[in-house]
């Protein structure tokens, strides 16, 4: 096992602090600009970080067994969450379903959106369309991350095809119904704003 970095021979640590022009393949500038404008003090900033010790949010950190699906400042945490939490349905990233908003978080938005009780996402009266609640089991299917079992428990539907269906009439709603198309955009906004907060 190296000891330093200096000691890995697929590091490119030595280019970042040679000038020889065998370097030239590495992008280092990018790094190196965010440590100082100037040349020689951004080579010192990044020797000084790469040999000082770690600190002890990232020896705690790295100790965990499940380690947190973004690491930085709670800005930085929000600027993620903000930015890529509709891209959660990654397979191989199980950290992922954490970008993702809750259930509760998409009944809240939705009943705020169409100034109704949350409790009446709940209900449903044969014959007649709950636009509102369609349309909360919509935004459960697409943005959350959950199972269609998941949201038919949840939204009190009897089996998890009623799921299906309620997209499917959603997504056909949608494309005619520019209204409601813009609703859903703002509901998604205000769910990915809320989402930053946490």
């Known amino acids: 096992m190296c ?7 697929w590091s490119s640590h030595q280019g970042f602090l040679s000038k020889s022009r065998k370097w030239d393949w590495l992008s280092k500038q990018l790094l190196l600009d965010m440590l100082s404008d100037k040349p020689g003090t951004a080579k010192k900033e990044y020797l000084k970080f790469v040999q000082g010790e770690d600190s002890l ?27 890529y939490y509709e891209l959660k349905k990654h397979p191989e990233v199980p950290q992922s379903r954490q970008l993702a908003p809750t259930i509760s978080e998409i009944k809240k938005a939705v009943s705020q959106s169409f100034k109704i009780k ?11 369309v709950n636009e509102p609640r ?10 959350s991350g959950l ?14 095809s009623s799921v299906s269906s309620i ?3 959603t997504e056909r709603l949608l ?18 704003k809320s989402q930053a907060k946490t």
């Open 175 to 192: 494309a005619k119904n520019k209204p409601l198309c813009i609703r859903m955009a703002q509901i998604k906004d205000k769910i990915s």
């Open 147 to 160: 199972k269609l079992e998941e949201i038919s428990k949840e939204f009190g539907l009897g089996s998890y």
């Open 134 to 143: 369609n349309l909360a089991i919509f935004l459960a299917r697409k943005i």
């Open 57 to 83: 949010a990232i020896t705690e950190l790295y100790s965990k067994k499940n380690l947190a699906s973004v690491f930085g400042s709670k800005d930085f945490a929000h600027w993620v969450k903000e930015k």
């Open 3 to 9: 000891k330093t970095v200096a000691d890995y021979d």
């Open 118 to 128: 949350e409790i009446t996402l709940d209900q449903t009266k044969r014959g007649q």
């Open 167 to 169: 997209v499917t009439r």
